[in-house]
């Protein structure tokens, strides 16, 4: 007759699961816990008792507060299915880029694999998986994530801003994205995105400047140089987008530059540095969710027109 296991002290497997749970944002696999020796019974224990929560078929949440993070990736990836790893805005979220949030959790897993539908998770199905990183939360490159993730976005603005996101904070550079492009045998929206590609690759690294370059092309007028260089009284400074030979500035400000002094101080850096050139001030501002970009994209591209027809 098998006798069974006791449980560990309450002190002990208290500390082994933290130990754990700490290299996973809160939450622990209960194949983990038992190579440590915190079995079945210690794990119900602690539930009954309130102290653990039970968040699936294999994942234990080692504290009642709420799972966020790095733990929700986790909780994702463990009851998705075998293979399963973090795609699209999560896999982008999960390699370091900030300002933007996601309504649900992408997850990629090989089609041919068994897997389990879980709350707040979006699965793809892959024949063939795409690349993955080495370390870390199992996820797709992130060149790779950011091309799905522009794919399934709402809209064309949403996708734009999550290239300039992810390009803007190096979480990919246009180089290797271009490259991820073109192995692509589908593509939602490629013409679109092969637009955009072409103009981050040219400099554009907002939204306010991927209008212009849209604009431009729709006019006929020639691209601008960007982060044009003045010197000024107080050092080097780069204008966003310029027409030299036309004799026009366009200056991309995002939402802070409308906030307590900062237009009046934008105006007074605005007469050092365009040297007598018109300047449009225009910019991004984000709202519910959404950006919204100022009619000062078009005034720009009007003014433009009428300079660049003279």
Not at 24 to 49: C, N, T
Not at 169 to 185: E, G
Not at 290 to 301: D, E, I, K, N, T
Request: hydrophobic share 40%; glycine share 10%; aromatic share 6%.
């Amino acid at each position: 007759m098998e006798i069974p296991r006791r449980r560990l002290p309450r002190d002990v497997r208290s500390r082994r699961a933290a130990g754990i749970a700490a290299r996973y944002g809160g939450v622990a696999h209960r194949a983990d816990l038992r190579k440590v020796g915190v079995g079945r019974d210690d794990v119900r224990g602690e539930v009954e008792a309130g102290r653990w929560r039970r968040l699936g078929r294999h994942t234990v949440g080692v504290t009642t507060g709420d799972v966020t993070g790095p733990a929700q990736w986790w909780h994702a990836i463990w009851e998705s299915g075998a293979g399963a790893i973090l795609d699209g805005v999560s896999a982008l979220l999960a390699s370091g880029m900030t300002g933007f949030s996601a309504d649900a959790i992408d997850v990629a897993i090989p089609k041919r694999n068994r897997r389990h539908r879980v709350a707040g998770v979006r699965l793809r199905h892959y024949s063939v998986m795409p690349p993955s990183t080495r370390g870390g939360i199992p996820r797709v490159v992130p060149e790779r994530a950011l091309l799905n993730a522009m794919q399934w976005a709402m809209t064309d603005r949403t996708a734009a801003l999550l290239l300039c996101l992810a390009v803007q904070q190096r979480i990919v550079s246009p180089q290797r994205l271009t490259s991820a492009f073109m192995t692509l045998t589908r593509c939602r929206r490629r013409a679109f995105i092969k637009a955009v590609i072409r103009d981050v690759c040219d400099g554009a690294h907002s939204l306010g400047e991927l209008d212009v370059a849209s604009l431009c092309r729709r006019y006929g007028l020639p691209p601008p140089t960007r982060q044009a260089v003045r010197r000024t009284p107080g050092g080097r400074v780069y204008l966003d987008l310029a027409w030299e030979d036309v004799g026009l500035v366009v200056e991309i400000d995002g939402g802070h530059h409308a906030t307590a002094l900062s237009p009046v101080l934008d105006a007074l850096r605005q007469c050092q540095r365009t040297a007598g050139f018109p300047c449009v001030r225009t910019g991004d501002f984000p709202v519910g969710g959404q950006v919204f970009s100022l009619s000062g994209v078009r005034s720009g591209a009007s003014l433009l027109v009428l300079r660049w027809r003279r």
